[in-house]
């Protein structure tokens, strides 16, 4: 499949899976096997991806989660003078705290034998995510003083 026709049939599963939930996608991006996606105004992200045959779809309330961080996984060589990343991850930590991190996989190494792309595009969806998140904290304080 073209990657334009891969890009398309990546977005509208977005879009599906956004409408589903009453949001509607305002910022999204795609790369290879991946898309994702924001709904700014509801404090929703979408993640769609799919390796071969197994698909991956997320969705997530932006409102319940505390940070976001970049994740990633990597081994030296036997001189240790090289470094190889094995996994890329962004790591969503919920604001209540008996709750798991939720891990969105962007790269692996048993999938890809490329990660400099991915780790661009992770390190930017961090800082959009991280961004809102601090926003709503600042609009929700704001709204608690006024009160």
């Known amino acids: ?3 334009k026709k891969q890009e398309k049939q990546f977005l509208q599963t ?6 589903k939930q009453n949001c509607k996608i305002t910022q999204h ?13 509801a404090n929703a992200l979408f993640f769609y991806k799919k390796k071969n045959e197994e698909e991956t ?11 976001c961080k ?14 190889f990343t094995d996994k890329v991850e962004l790591s969503l930590m919920p604001i209540t705290k008996n709750k798991p991190n939720i891990l969105l996989e962007f790269y692996n ?31 929700s304080l ?3 003083l006024k009160l």
């Open 70 to 83: 970049m994740m990633t996984t990597c081994r030296s060589n036997e001189n240790n003078n090289l470094k």
């Open 1 to 3: 499949m073209s990657r």
């Open 29 to 41: 991006e795609f790369c290879g096997d991946f898309i994702i996606g924001l709904d700014e105004t």
């Open 14 to 19: 977005l879009f599906n899976s956004a409408e």
């Open 57 to 67: 779809k997320i969705h997530i309330h932006l409102s319940d989660i505390q940070n």
């Open 109 to 139: 190494t048993q999938d890809s034998f490329q990660a400099g792309p991915d780790l661009l595009l992770v390190g930017k969806w961090e800082r959009i995510i991280n961004e809102l998140l601090k926003y709503r904290k600042t609009t």
């Open 142 to 144: 704001e709204t608690s």
